[in-house]
Structures are given as structure tokens and as C-alpha cells.
């Protein structure tokens, strides 16, 4: 070899050992662990050099159809959507549906930049409606005939609520509220503003609402400004808890505390008692920490950001605060690592016996995990108000055995008549799930 | 070896040439690098060039050799080396503000001034590798490009302990800046006592 070629060698062998060094660092799949119900198994924490992600592959449903148990049907009722998140059964049976997309937090760091285009690619591209569609099927027949927009010009809408004839909205910045009477396809007025939500950055953006049984009051669940308080502890006044607003005067308190991202909220009938799902922090390993179902306490501290489970201590917050850690209330019910639920919605008999009792829970799917997780609605059965036992698929397939994820659930409703109706902000799909004519599941 | 004739270069040393040269050269090569002309006249009396110069006979005294280097640190190469040291030392002293105020922003800044050392390290560390590609791996060229590889490694390892949210960051990512940032700063002496376009011998 000439003495320019040993150099050249050289030179070469020394930026390829960089890249070799770079290159060795990635994880391997996570252990399965059981992680539901009302004592789940918490591994210790870890972190290593690269978050381990596993971004879901968007691509059409073509023929394909979300997988539902025996004895049920599944539709889709309504498409090319602009990102449907929360939908609404009106008394009518008409099916309102919330889409946008919020969020203005600003980019801090370079992991923000880089970590937010990687997360895109497992979301839709399509523009947020900022609106709300009403959906209707005259005749009964399960088709939605009517597709139309109730009401635009909103701000990433995302809560629903009616309370007799007030339609609540909760927006990304404010709780609003619409006169509705039986029938109407479109709102005749702007909104009234019942009360400003926190909005400033809305890392987590979504705001989610229910109505107490008597319609009194309005609960709105307000997510965390960050992950885990990396945005400084200022940008968390406010967030991560449960406003109890005051459907009258707009007047509000904090109802519970400590939620990391309670993105979706539903009475439970009969009880009244608020239950919420709850989105936990990531970046603690693939089975940590598991995001839940819980009846929230009025005055509870459910321990964001200073810990979690309980009195599981996060390290990452810092100064800590050993007195919250030790208020922290422990959740009712583990969903999972990294499910992402993001719909909840309590059963009724008409949805057929074995699926009589227990809430519906819809699962967004993980990003920082690998094998993925949720991608599907589940059933929580309930026991004497309380649940009791592990979680059914309800609705699946929406990853398939490809690789490819063709839906990701997000609010799931129960129509009265006997339907579940899921969101699908991936595909931009509503999707209604029906028992079988003549079939006794 | 002979001692070759003034103003001969001995291309014995591709890598590193010996170019003897004169008063009356080692004066113009000073002059155009404005430093004062010292000690090269036999009476051992310091002049500058400009109130009072060599003797006519002594112009042509051959009084020394410089040792070329083939190709002259670029300014650009100088740049980047240069650049690269405060802004690690800033995600240093960012760190240590984190570290001792548990404010958030001081770890963003942290964050930005290691991707930028790492911008320009990586610079470096090209003109580094391609002076060796050039001129072959010996000496302290091969201790800059090694210096600098350790330097970038460390640092991006750091960038992604950076990543981390919060507190998570410390202490590992404290120790990496203070370990970089001394690492850039060995580096920049190295290469600025090496990479010049001569030196006297």
C-alpha cells in the first residue's frame, strides 16, 4: 500500500469506529409483565441512552376492518374527518364529534425537535377541524346519512357535555357552552365562554369534561404541561388536576390534584362518582409507569409529578417534596404501561350481557415502546362499582400482524340504543360497533 | 545528514520539510508575520528589523532552519477549534447553574451550547482527519484527531444524556461537561501548539 493509501486508511478507520460506537446502543423487546388491575407489578426504573421507540406505521384500512368479539358488528359511519378525538350521543341519536388539534408548546430543546418529527410519523397529517360534525341515521337502518357541521371557528374542541338543553364544549383555552334543542343540526350563535381553561403552552393540550349527574357542575381534566416537570415547575400551576367548575356561574376549584394527564372523564351511572383515565410519565422503561382508571376523590392527590403508584418516588423531580409523596393516593385500576388511553365510557345492559357492566376504554396506542401496546378499545368489567378483573379486547386490529397501524382509538361513547361509538383520529374514522342482530353474546 | 544550502528544501521528510534559511529571510518571514526580529544577528544583540537591521554581510548568514509544515493550519481549521471550546465550557457552567439552582432553563441552555460544540467539534475533527490523510498519522496530528474523537464522543453521549427530562440529567450530564469541556480545551492547545504554519528549530 502507498503511503497516501495508509493514510487514507487510517483517517477512514478512525470516522468509521465513530459511527460503529454510535451505532451500538439499542434495546431489545420489553418483558411482558401484568400490569393490570388494582396492584400491578412496577419494575425499577431505567433509562437508557436512547429512548427505545416504536412509532406506529401509518397505512389504509383498504378491506380491512377493526377486529370485534363474536355476536358484534363493526362500521365505519363516517370519514375524511379533521382529527375526531371526543364524540357525544345526543338524546336524538345523534352523534356530535369533536376534531382538532391543539398544542402550541414551544420546541426547548434539541431532543424536542427531533423527538417531534419521529412522533409525527405515527400521526395523521390532515388538519385539525377546529369544529364539531354532527352525524345522524334518520332511519335506524346504521347508516349516518347526514354529515354536518354543527359548529366551527372553535379551538381544538375536545370535551363534550349536555346538560338539558346546554351543550358544554371544552375547548383547548375555554369552557363554552351552546343552547341545543332536540334536532338541531347547527348551532344558531357563537358560544357562550362559561370559563377560561389553562392554556398557556398545553403541552398536553386536550381538555377533557363531564357533567355531574344533576348537571350542577362541569369537570374538566387538565394535563400536565410536560412530562415530567421539564418545563419548569411555573408552567404547572393549574395543570395536571381536575377543575370542578361551576355550571352556573363559571366559577371553579381544583377537585383532585396530581393527575398527570386525565384525558378523559365519565360519571359513573347510578353512583355519580367521577371516574377519569389517566396518561402517566414516560421515559421510566417500557413497563413504567402504567397509565390508569381511577374514581377520583374530591381533594385528592394522585401524585404527579413527585411520584407515582403511590408512593413511588420520581427522581427526575427536583427539589422533591417527601409530604406529596406521602399524600399520594394509589389509583384504582392499572391499564398498562404506555396504553395511551384516551376515551372512557361506562357500559349499559343494551350492549349485550357479557359486556353489561364496566367501562370502555379507548387506547390510543403507544410510541415509546417496544413491542407496542393498546392500538385497541377495551372493556373493564365491573363488580358492585368496582372493577374486578383483567381488561377484554373490545375493539383490536387497528395494528395489524404487518406491522402496520391502520386507526388509533381515541374517545369512545356508548349509545343508549346499543352501540359503541369510537374515534379514530389516525384514519380520521368514526367508528360504531353494534351487536349482532338474533346473536345473544 | 548534510545540511542542505539556504533556501534548499530537504524533501528527505515529505511530511514535515526543513527549510534552512537567512537573516535577510528570516527577517522577511518575521516581518510579514509582524513579530519582532530577536536574536538571529552573531553580536547577539536584540534589533528590530525596523530601527536598525542586520548588517549587509550579515544577510546572507545562514542562521537557521524552519520546519515547514506541508500544509499550513488552515484559518478555517483554526476556527472551528477555536469555536468549539466555549461553547462546551458554556454547557459546563450551564450545568453547574442547574445543578446548583434546579431552574430548568440553565439545562436547555446546557443542551444547545453541547450540540453546538459538537457542530463544530465534528469540523474539527474532519480537518483533523483530513490532515492525516494528507500527511499521515504521526505525532501530534494523530493526538489532535484522537483528542478530538474522544472529545465528540463524549460530548454526544452527553447531547443525549441532555435528552433526558429534567433531573434525569444529572449528575451523569454534569460529569460528561466538565469531562468535555477539559477534553476541547487540551484539544485547542494541542492543536494551536502543533498546527502552525512553522516553527522555528
Same mark, same amino acid.
Given at each position: 500500500?502507498?503511503?497516501?493509501?495508509?493514510?487514507?486508511?487510517?483517517?477512514?478507520?478512525?470516522?468509521?469506529?465513530?459511527?460503529?460506537?454510535?451505532?451500538?446502543?439499542?434495546?431489545?423487546?420489553?418483558?411482558?409483565?401484568?400490569?393490570?388491575?388494582?396492584?400491578?407489578?412496577?419494575?425499577?426504573?431505567?433509562?437508557?441512552?436512547?429512548?427505545?421507540? =416504536?412509532?406506529?406505521?401509518?397505512?389504509?384500512?383498504?378491506?380491512?376492518?377493526?377486529?370485534?368479539?363474536?355476536?358484534?358488528?363493526?362500521?365505519?359511519?363516517? =370519514?375524511?374527518?379533521?382529527?375526531?378525538?371526543q364524540?357525544?350521543?345526543?338524546?336524538?341519536?345523534?352523534?356530535?364529534?369533536a376534531?382538532?388539534?391543539g398544542?402550541?408548546?414551544?420546541?426547548?430543546?434539541?431532543?424536542?425537535?427531533?423527538?417531534?418529527?419521529?412522533?409525527?410519523?405515527?400521526?395523521?397529517?390532515?388538519?385539525?377541524?377546529?369544529?364539531?360534525?354532527?352525524?345522524?341515521?334518520?332511519?335506524?337502518?346504521? =347508516?349516518?346519512?347526514?354529515?354536518?357541521?354543527?359548529?366551527?371557528?372553535l379551538n381544538a374542541p375536545y370535551g363534550l357535555a349536555l346538560v338539558?338543553?346546554a351543550l358544554y364544549v371544552a375547548n383547548q383555552d375555554a369552557l363554552v357552552r351552546f343552547?341545543?334543542?332536540?334536532?338541531?343540526?347547527?348551532?344558531?350563535?357563537?358560544p357562550t365562554v362559561v370559563t377560561a381553561l389553562p392554556s398557556?403552552?398545553?403541552?398536553?393540550w386536550t381538555k377533557s369534561l363531564a357533567a355531574s349527574?344533576?348537571?350542577?357542575y362541569l369537570y374538566v381534566g387538565i394535563?400536565?404541561?410536560?412530562?415530567?416537570?421539564?418545563?419548569?415547575?411555573?408552567?404547572?400551576?393549574d395543570?395536571?388536576?381536575v377543575w370542578q367548575i361551576d355550571a352556573a356561574t363559571g366559577m371553579h376549584k381544583?377537585y383532585?390534584?396530581?393527575?398527570?394527564?386525565?384525558?378523559?372523564l365519565?360519571?359513573?351511572?347510578?353512583?355519580?362518582?367521577?371516574?377519569?383515565?389517566?396518561?402517566?410519565?414516560?421515559?421510566?422503561?417500557?413497563?413504567?409507569?402504567?397509565?390508569?382508571?381511577?374514581?377520583?376523590?374530591?381533594?385528592?392527590?394522585?401524585?404527579?409529578?413527585?411520584?407515582?403508584?403511590?408512593?413511588?418516588?420520581?427522581?427526575?423531580?427536583?427539589?422533591?417534596?417527601?409530604?406529596?409523596?406521602?399524600?399520594?393516593?394509589?389509583?384504582?385500576?392499572?391499564?398498562?404501561?404506555?396504553?395511551?388511553?384516551?376515551?372512557?365510557?361506562?357500559?349499559?345492559?343494551?350492549?349485550?350481557?357479557?359486556?353489561?357492566?364496566?367501562?370502555?376504554?379507548?387506547?390510543?396506542?403507544?410510541?415509546?415502546?417496544?413491542?407496542?401496546?393498546?392500538?385497541?378499545?377495551?372493556?373493564?368489567?365491573?363488580?358492585?362499582?368496582?372493577?374486578?378483573?383483567?381488561?377484554?379486547?373490545?375493539?383490536?386490529?387497528?395494528?395489524?400482524?404487518?406491522?402496520?397501524?391502520?386507526?388509533?382509538?381515541?374517545?369512545?361513547?356508548?349509545?343508549?340504543?346499543?352501540?359503541?361509538?369510537?374515534?379514530?383520529?389516525?384514519?380520521?374514522?368514526?367508528?360504531?360497533?353494534?351487536?349482532?342482530?338474533?346473536?345473544?353474546? | 545528514?548534510?545540511?542542505?544550502?539556504?533556501?534548499?528544501?530537504?524533501?528527505?521528510?515529505?511530511?514535515?520539510?526543513?527549510?534552512?534559511?537567512?537573516?535577510?529571510?528570516?527577517?522577511?518571514?518575521?516581518?510579514?508575520?509582524?513579530?519582532?526580529?530577536?536574536?538571529?544577528?552573531?553580536?547577539?544583540?536584540?534589533?528590530?528589523?525596523?530601527?536598525?537591521?542586520?548588517?549587509?554581510?550579515?544577510?546572507?548568514?545562514?542562521?537557521?532552519?524552519?520546519?515547514?509544515?506541508?500544509?499550513?493550519?488552515?484559518?478555517?481549521?483554526?476556527?472551528?477549534?477555536?469555536?468549539?471550546?466555549?461553547?462546551?465550557?458554556?454547557?459546563?457552567?450551564?450545568?453547574?447553574?442547574?445543578?446548583?439552582?434546579?431552574?430548568?432553563?440553565?439545562?436547555?441552555?446546557?443542551?444547545?451550547?453541547?450540540?453546538?460544540?459538537?457542530?463544530?467539534?465534528?469540523?474539527?475533527?474532519?480537518?483533523?482527519?483530513?490532515?492525516?490523510?494528507?500527511?499521515?498519522?504521526?505525532?501530534?496530528?494523530?493526538?489532535?484527531?484522537?483528542?478530538?474523537?474522544?472529545?465528540?464522543?463524549?460530548?454526544?453521549?452527553?447531547?443525549?444524556?441532555?435528552?433526558?427530562?429534567?433531573?434525569?440529567?444529572?449528575?451523569?450530564?454534569?460529569?460528561?461537561?466538565?469531562?468535555?469541556?477539559?477534553?476541547?480545551?487540551?484539544?485547542?492547545?494541542?492543536?494551536?501548539?502543533?498546527?502552525?504554519?512553522?516553527?522555528?528549530?
Amino acid at each position: 500500500m502507498t503511503q497516501a493509501g495508509m493514510r487514507c486508511a487510517i483517517a477512514i478507520a478512525i470516522a468509521i469506529a465513530v459511527a460503529c460506537g454510535l451505532a451500538g446502543c439499542s434495546g431489545g423487546d420489553a418483558p411482558d409483565l401484568a400490569q393490570f388491575g388494582a396492584d400491578p407489578k412496577l419494575p425499577e426504573q431505567e433509562r437508557g441512552m436512547l429512548p427505545n421507540m =416504536t412509532i406506529a406505521d401509518p397505512a389504509p384500512w383498504g378491506d380491512r376492518r377493526p377486529t370485534v368479539p363474536p355476536g358484534y358488528a363493526i362500521r365505519a359511519i363516517a =370519514t375524511g374527518l379533521g382529527i375526531p378525538r371526543q364524540t357525544l350521543v345526543l338524546p336524538n341519536g345523534d352523534i356530535l364529534v369533536a376534531e382538532g388539534r391543539g398544542g402550541s408548546a414551544p420546541k426547548l430543546k434539541p431532543k424536542d425537535i427531533v423527538a417531534s418529527r419521529i412522533k409525527a410519523k405515527g400521526n395523521t397529517a390532515v388538519a385539525g377541524g377546529n369544529r364539531l360534525t354532527l352525524l345522524r341515521d334518520a332511519d335506524g337502518d346504521g =347508516t349516518y346519512e347526514l354529515k354536518t357541521v354543527f359548529a366551527d371557528k372553535l379551538n381544538a374542541p375536545y370535551g363534550l357535555a349536555l346538560v338539558g338543553q346546554a351543550l358544554y364544549v371544552a375547548n383547548q383555552d375555554a369552557l363554552v357552552r351552546f343552547d341545543y334543542r332536540d334536532g338541531q343540526t347547527r348551532a344558531v350563535a357563537a358560544p357562550t365562554v362559561v370559563t377560561a381553561l389553562p392554556s398557556a403552552i398545553n403541552h398536553h393540550w386536550t381538555k377533557s369534561l363531564a357533567a355531574s349527574a344533576d348537571g350542577q357542575y362541569l369537570y374538566v381534566g387538565i394535563g400536565s404541561n410536560s412530562n415530567i416537570t421539564e418545563r419548569g415547575m411555573t408552567a404547572e400551576v393549574d395543570r395536571a388536576q381536575v377543575w370542578q367548575i361551576d355550571a352556573a356561574t363559571g366559577m371553579h376549584k381544583s377537585y383532585a390534584t396530581g393527575l398527570r394527564n386525565p384525558t378523559a372523564l365519565a360519571i359513573q351511572p347510578g353512583t355519580g362518582q367521577l371516574w377519569a383515565v389517566v396518561n402517566e410519565r414516560d421515559e421510566l422503561g417500557p413497563n413504567l409507569v402504567p397509565d390508569y382508571l381511577t374514581s377520583v376523590r374530591e381533594g385528592g392527590f394522585y401524585g404527579w409529578p413527585y411520584s407515582y403508584w403511590g408512593q413511588n418516588v420520581d427522581p427526575r423531580v427536583m427539589p422533591q417534596d417527601p409530604q406529596k409523596v406521602a399524600a399520594a393516593i394509589v389509583p384504582d385500576y392499572s391499564l398498562g404501561s404506555h396504553v395511551a388511553a384516551l376515551g372512557v365510557a361506562f357500559s349499559s345492559p343494551a350492549m349485550g350481557a357479557k359486556f353489561a357492566d364496566g367501562a370502555f376504554v379507548g387506547e390510543h396506542g403507544s410510541w415509546n415502546r417496544s413491542p407496542p401496546v393498546g392500538y385497541k378499545v377495551v372493556f373493564v368489567p365491573f363488580r358492585d362499582g368496582r372493577p374486578a378483573g383483567d381488561p377484554v379486547d373490545f375493539v383490536a386490529g387497528f395494528r395489524g400482524d404487518d406491522g402496520k397501524t391502520r386507526g388509533r382509538p381515541v374517545g369512545v361513547s356508548v349509545d343508549p340504543r346499543g352501540a359503541l361509538i369510537v374515534a379514530d383520529d389516525l384514519s380520521n374514522t368514526i367508528w360504531r360497533v353494534t351487536r349482532t342482530p338474533g346473536t345473544t353474546p | 545528514m548534510a545540511r542542505p544550502a539556504a533556501g534548499e528544501v530537504n524533501d528527505a521528510d515529505a511530511s514535515m520539510r526543513l527549510r534552512t534559511f537567512t537573516v535577510d529571510q528570516a527577517l522577511r518571514t518575521c516581518d510579514a508575520r509582524g513579530r519582532e526580529y530577536m536574536s538571529l544577528t552573531h553580536d547577539g544583540i536584540q534589533r528590530s528589523p525596523a530601527e536598525n537591521g542586520p548588517k549587509p554581510r550579515e544577510r546572507n548568514m545562514v542562521v537557521g532552519q524552519i520546519r515547514m509544515h506541508p500544509r499550513p493550519v488552515g484559518r478555517f481549521h483554526a476556527f472551528v477549534l477555536a469555536a468549539m471550546v466555549p461553547l462546551f465550557l458554556g454547557a459546563w457552567l450551564c450545568d453547574f447553574a442547574y445543578w446548583s439552582s434546579h431552574q430548568i432553563e440553565w439545562s436547555n441552555f446546557a443542551s444547545w451550547l453541547t450540540a453546538g460544540g459538537l457542530v463544530f467539534g465534528a469540523v474539527a475533527l474532519l480537518c483533523a482527519l483530513v490532515d492525516i490523510a494528507r500527511a499521515g498519522a504521526r505525532g501530534a496530528s494523530l493526538t489532535l484527531a484522537l483528542l478530538l474523537l474522544v472529545t465528540w464522543v463524549l460530548g454526544f453521549i452527553n447531547a443525549l444524556v441532555h435528552a433526558r427530562d429534567a433531573w434525569a440529567v444529572m449528575p451523569t450530564g454534569l460529569i460528561l461537561s466538565v469531562i468535555v469541556a477539559l477534553l476541547a480545551c487540551v484539544s485547542a492547545f494541542v492543536g494551536f501548539t502543533h498546527l502552525r504554519a512553522g516553527a522555528m528549530s
